[in-house]
């Protein structure tokens, strides 16, 4: 997990992981800490887990990324890296409004990678960068 969350749900995401493995499903009390740490879009985030939305997209370098397709149909890249996703919740209720620790879609990303979820697709480098600049064209 990255270091931009706070530690108790860096801790929470690493637990959800370790009862993962342990029994294929999250227990009752880590679902509560769920919703009591990232509010309102644990829920969101989990619909998007349980229908394998969030995609890892790796270049040859290493370089990663992710993409998550969101309840709306509309496809989102987010960073893990540095916590951030092109969404317009990200925008407003993390960056702007300071409300939540984070989108849906980044939830989705970490819940992903704690239950092996996360789909995997391959790409060229210039595919990436396609990829990540189809998100500027969009906002610009």
Do not use: W
């Amino acid at each position: 997990m990255d270091s931009t969350l706070p530690a108790v749900a860096e801790e929470l995401l690493k637990e959800i992981k370790k009862a993962f493995q342990e029994t294929s499903h999250v227990p009752d009390d880590l679902l509560l800490g769920l919703k009591f740490i990232f509010g309102p879009c644990a829920v969101p985030a989990l619909d998007l887990v349980d229908q394998h939305s969030v995609t890892r997209v790796v270049s040859p370098s290493g370089r990663t990324a992710f993409q998550v397709l969101g309840s709306s149909g509309k496809l989102y890249t987010c960073f893990s890296s540095c916590h951030f996703c092109t969404c317009p919740a990200f925008s407003f209720t993390v960056l702007q409004k300071s409300e939540s620790l984070l989108c849906k879609h980044i939830l989705a990303v970490y819940l992903s990678q704690a239950m092996g979820a996360c789909q995997e697709l391959n790409v060229s480098e210039e595919q990436l960068t396609s990829i990540l600049l189809a998100e500027e064209e969009d906002e610009g």
